[in-house]
């Protein structure tokens, strides 16, 4: 089953407090402005660059299923701010909060099940590669989850905890611990 | 005056935040070495804030997120015409724009009960103090991120939409246009791009002021750094007249005003870097400055963790981008493209790196050095 976007595509299913946010600069700032071709969406996964700046996890340049490259795959983390939010483009850097420390479980819209075996039973392991998802019709890439195989050697970062078939079309899944 | 940890102790147990804490806190000041200068902010002088409530503004369907709408002025001309003609007509419609809000904050403050008990300074209360400059030092930060990129943008737009570097060499092979950031007249002639600060000259404040007359707006306000102020007092008698001269050489230059301009000084000097002076017009015609929620200050104690933050919630907008310009007083190039590789020493520095301290005490350096055994 393939995932839709929407106004609202990561909600936590645990305790804000348990998480520690940050708000980071954007490395482009203009993926702030949700009219820029490649806008960024809650739930996508980001990872800091040398200059301590946000960009995507996985390069959205690259086709469907590749895996986000080390060593920041292993730091990815979600962004909590839905597309074009007030205070993001308000502040000058276009400070962008992510979750950026501590366990969580939520319910996501970022995700392709049917990639590198698909997602198909509670347990298995996540990882953050390029996923690609119809907007308004037109195919969209985003830095989101996949399916982590067994015999993979990329970053786990999170175990899905109730799959999208019943979970209204999002995937539930558990971050334990920040590194996978 | 010595502070005995009791009283620390009592000030957090009737919470620092209420009167009663504050005045006990106040009365135990001065017992403590500054580390340096804190000073309001100067966008609020600029700027000055306003109060807004909920209601002033607007939701988004897409988010929980609030901007307040401001209506910009709509276009309107008069015209000649004869007896028997008519004018020609506008369907108005009036500009608006958005003014985002955003939270500022102090970092979240921690420390346990007990080594509490090592300090005789109110270091909570010190630290509540500075939290609000602290903020205020972040107001303008991004004050000055703001006006910095719509001096550029409106560069960009006289240079043909393109960013072109505007340093002394460009200027001599008269490749850039200087609109809205021109350079100083010894950065002009300097004969070399570099991030030498050149000193303030009388006829660089008055083709800053004329880059702003002369679009039908007029300059009200300078922001400058102390540094470059300090290069008034070195003003001739031909710049001040012999009675200004005197004054100024005993008491400084003490008037208000600045060839008719007010002007705001700043001390900030790692957010408005020396070499930069900005004018601008009056706030009707420049921007906003909203105040959401004025600073509150949150103070908790979980067993023997005492924790406490402050944060406030605001808006800034340059809104009308022709209403600022600036003055370089260094060759080399501070726009986008930083063409000399220079621009890190004209723009603020990184918000983390505001918290830096003067004094060297934690490395051992103080004198004479006395050691403890």
Not at chain 1, 44 to 49: K, L, P, S, Y
Not at chain 2, 122 to 150: G, W
């Amino acid at each position: 089953m393939a995932s839709t976007i929407s106004k609202v595509n990561f909600e936590l299913q645990s305790d804000l407090m348990a998480t520690q946010r940050r708000d980071i600069p954007l490395a482009d700032p203009n993926l702030s402005n949700p009219f820029n071709a490649n806008y960024l969406v809650d739930g996508e996964w980001v990872t800091i660059n040398d200059d301590y700046k946000l960009v995507r996890a996985a390069d959205i340049t690259q086709a469907a299923g590749t895996p986000a490259p080390k060593p920041g795959a292993s730091n990815a983390m979600p962004l909590f701010a839905e597309k074009g939010r007030y205070d993001v483009q308000a502040n000058a850097e276009k400070k962008t909060p992510c979750i950026y420390m501590g366990p969580f479980e939520a319910d996501t819209r970022i995700y392709d099940d049917t990639l590198n075996g698909g997602i198909t039973a509670v347990g298995q392991n996540l990882k953050v590669a390029v996923i690609s998802i119809n907007v308004s019709g037109t195919p969209k890439k985003f830095s989101g989850l996949i399916r982590r195989a067994d015999n993979d050697t990329d970053p786990i970062v999170g175990v899905v905890t109730r799959l999208p078939a019943k979970n209204g079309g999002k995937l539930r899944f558990r971050k334990p611990i920040n590194i996978g | 005056m010595s502070v005995p940890a009791r009283v620390i102790n009592e000030l957090f147990t009737t919470k620092i935040a209420s009167a009663e804490g504050r005045e006990k806190a106040a009365e135990y000041g001065g017992s403590y070495i500054r580390d340096r200068l804190r000073e309001v902010s100067f966008a609020r002088k600029i700027i000055p804030p306003q109060q807004v409530t909920r209601a002033d503004c607007q939701r988004s369907v897409n988010h929980d997120t609030l901007v307040k709408i401001v209506d910009i002025e709509p276009k309107s001309r008069a015209m000649t015409l004869t007896f028997r003609g008519q004018p020609t007509a506008r369907f108005i419609r009036g500009e608006r724009a958005e003014v985002a809000f955003f939270t500022i904050s102090s970092e979240l403050f921690q420390k346990t009960e007990q080594e509490l008990l090592a300090y005789e300074m109110p270091i909570t209360k010190i630290i509540e103090e500075n939290s609000v400059k602290d903020i205020q030092e972040i107001e303008d930060r991004e004050f000055t991120l703001h006006i910095e990129a719509a001096v550029q943008a409106l560069q960009q737009e006289a240079n043909g939409g393109n960013v072109v570097a505007l340093n002394w060499s460009n200027i001599n092979a008269g490749s850039v246009v200087e609109f809205s950031v021109i350079k100083g007249e010894l950065a002009r002639n300097a004969g070399v791009n570099d991030a030498t600060v050149r000193p303030l000259q009388r006829p660089d404040i008055v083709r800053l002021y004329k880059s702003l007359d002369g679009n039908r707006m007029r300059a009200e306000v300078n922001l400058i750094t102390e540094v470059d102020w300090d290069d008034i007092l070195q003003w001739t008698v031909e710049d001040f007249g012999d009675r200004l001269q005197s004054e100024t050489t005993v008491d400084g230059y003490k008037y208000n005003l600045l060839l008719g301009r007010s002007y705001v000084r700043t001390i900030k000097t790692d957010i408005l870097r020396p070499g930069n002076v900005y004018c601008f017009t009056k706030p009707d015609f420049f921007g906003k400055f909203y105040v959401l929620n004025n600073t509150k200050f949150y103070i908790d104690k979980i067993a023997n963790n005492i924790m406490f933050q402050a944060w406030e919630d605001i808006a800034m907008a340059v809104i009308n981008i022709a209403a600022v310009r600036k003055l370089e007083l260094y060759s080399a190039d501070a726009s986008t493209l930083d063409a000399d590789s220079l621009r890190s020493n004209f723009v603020p520095v990184a918000e983390d790196a505001l918290g830096a301290v003067n004094n060297r005490v934690d490395q051992g350096l103080k004198f004479p050095q006395v050691v403890s055994y």
